[in-house]
């Protein structure tokens, strides 16, 4: 018999804080369970021998794209600004991040 | 007729004979939104005083002289709201940009609007084109126009659904795993997956980066070789979208299948496939064998581990995408994700998590290198595939909203196209139970010319 795949409680909460998701106790248990299904499912991936076998991250193999360093036109910063929710002084204004305590 | 239900060939003729106007197909167009969209739900923003205001614009052009450069001259279209608009609020189906509105255009939605197309407005999809049925919108799931009791088929739902339901004469959609083929076959029209790069990704709201290909739907096979020109070519905004020449798809459409090889890949029509979409494909297999093309079963043996490689690196991608969403410079902050997103960051986040990074990411990277060279080597024997969209007929509203393995299966036959960074095109089949049904054309990396010729011979014969 195959072990089947089971996150913890505590992996899902782990998960949900690298991901800075505030999950509810019902996201945690519900994901707790679909995230072991789908985990589950792709151990089959397991059967494949790949020892000798380059990864693949990009598809039509093009190499060092570049083009000249030269300045062109770019946003204002009326535009920039025009989606934040607050603005200071032609800045975005935003909620303290750091704590000093 | 009502000119709504033109082909974009049709109204380009008509215009240039002065039979109607830009105007007269708009108002048309925007009618049939009134009337349909809410039962439909397709539309998430319709922007009828701009595109009034275009086919205006347009008919003054047409009037002067029709350009032969402005492919799209006076054509309505609708945009998947996935795509930047400048000064059109975009929301890729997420109440997380619910009040979005950008400051510029993706890149082809500057190329079509400078071919002369009149965006109509902003279609529906699932959220963050998280979805394979539509069901995931954060605004309502869009209905299937065929039966309303079903959904669409996702995550391009909204798109493919108004080009079915004659709301517009052709849309955008953008493609990471089936979310063009998949809505085209579901709703009963064509639909394009170009190879990765071929259309410029600026301005798409990014899903999976290696994955996300942008692409388009129509009534018929022309529209889409229409559209493609306009779309297609390299962009000093997108370094993934190859210097390469863009051949004249619309006029090199015929081509006689005799000599063709098409190959029917075994593991496409194995267990999980509904016997009578199976029955269908074969049927479409035997017509195009009448048309003088060559059949021959061939094999992708890796095939079996295309979903478990994609439903690692996609989300994997997907939650480095969508980490960038904190709602300070604009958008709503996390809480605002729905539950598909979540779901995707989590795994996505699992996958690429310190331990688990190589027994899962780089595993799945390395599948698919050897799904690619299945293909690779397929394709040295045969110039095409032909295989099932997807393994079921359209399912109900509802059916599999509890289960999401069950609804990640619906992709089996599509993700490998994305895997391998290679087209494909969704064709309709006609009916089966009174539900429509498509089939599928893959063929090598920048091959879309002869997937277009081929699905062309097979329209005209029907």
Not at chain 1, 84 to 101: M, S, V, W, Y
Not at chain 2, 433 to 458: I, S
């Amino acid at each position: 018999m195959k072990n089947k795949i089971k996150l913890t409680t505590e992996e899902v909460k782990h998960v949900a804080k690298l991901a800075n998701l505030d999950l509810t106790d019902q996201e945690v248990n519900q994901f707790q369970e679909q995230l072991s299904e789908v985990l589950d499912y792709v151990e089959i991936l397991k059967e494949v021998s790949t020892d000798k076998v380059e990864p693949t991250s990009q598809v039509t193999s093009l190499e060092n794209v570049l083009r000249e360093d030269e300045p062109g036109d770019s946003l204002s910063q009326k535009d920039v600004l025009s989606g934040a929710k607050k603005t200071h002084e032609g800045r975005f204004q935003i909620k303290r991040i750091l704590n000093n305590d | 007729m009502q000119l709504n239900q033109l082909t974009i060939s049709q109204a380009k003729e008509g215009l240039k004979a002065k039979k109607f106007s830009a105007l007269e197909i708009t108002q048309d167009c925007l009618g049939k939104i009134k009337s349909d969209n809410p039962k439909i739900n397709a539309f998430l923003t319709v922007c009828v005083k701009e595109a009034l205001l275009q086919a205006k614009k347009a008919d003054k052009q047409i009037s002067k002289n029709i350009d032969d450069k402005q492919a799209l001259l006076g054509i309505p279209i609708a945009i998947k709201d996935i795509f930047c608009t400048q000064g059109i609020k975009t929301t890729a189906g997420s109440k997380v940009l619910a009040d979005y509105v950008p400051v510029y255009d993706a890149t082809t939605v500057k190329r079509l609007k400078e071919a002369g197309a009149i965006i109509l407005g902003k279609t529906n999809l699932d959220a963050w084109a998280h979805g394979s049925s539509g069901e995931n919108s954060d605004f309502g799931p869009t209905k299937n126009p065929v039966n309303q009791d079903y959904v669409p088929g996702g995550s391009s739902s909204g798109s493919a659904a108004c080009v079915a339901s004659q709301m517009a004469l052709a849309a955008t959609g953008s493609d990471t795993g089936g979310s063009i083929r998949l809505p085209a076959s579901f709703c009963g029209v064509v639909g394009l997956k170009p190879t990765y790069g071929r259309v410029s990704r600026y301005g798409v709201i990014s899903m999976a980066s290696s994955f996300d290909t942008i692409g388009c739907f129509g009534k018929e096979v022309k529209d889409t070789a229409i559209l493609l020109k306009v779309m297609a070519g390299s962009d000093g905004f997108d370094a993934t979208a190859p210097d390469l020449p863009v051949p004249d798809y619309p006029k090199n459409l015929e081509k006689s299948l005799k000599g063709l090889k098409i190959g029917l890949p075994q593991e496409y029509f194995s267990q999980g496939l509904d016997s009578k979409v199976k029955e269908r494909i074969n049927q479409i297999a035997k017509s195009f064998e009448k048309q003088g093309a060559q059949v021959i079963e061939v094999s992708l043996p890796h095939t079996k581990y295309a979903l478990a490689a994609y439903y690692i690196i996609q989300p994997s991608e997907v939650s480095s995408n969508l980490a960038r969403y904190d709602g300070l410079r604009f958008g709503a902050d996390r809480s605002f994700f729905g539950p598909e997103a979540k779901r995707r960051i989590m795994l996505g986040t699992y996958t690429l998590s310190s331990g688990y990074y190589d027994a899962y990411y780089l595993k799945a990277m390395k599948v698919r290198t050897l799904i690619k060279k299945d293909f690779d080597e397929v394709f040295q024997k045969v110039d095409l595939l032909l295989t099932p969209v997807s393994p079921t007929l359209p399912f109900k509203i509802g059916e599999k909203t509890q289960d999401p393995l069950q609804m990640y299966l619906s992709d089996i036959y599509t993700v490998t196209a994305n895997l391998a960074g290679i087209p494909g095109l969704s064709v309709p089949a006609g009916l089966v139970d009174g539900l429509t049904v498509g089939f599928q054309l893959l063929g090598p990396q920048f091959a879309e010319e002869k997937l277009l010729q081929v699905a062309y011979q097979y329209e005209k014969n029907q």
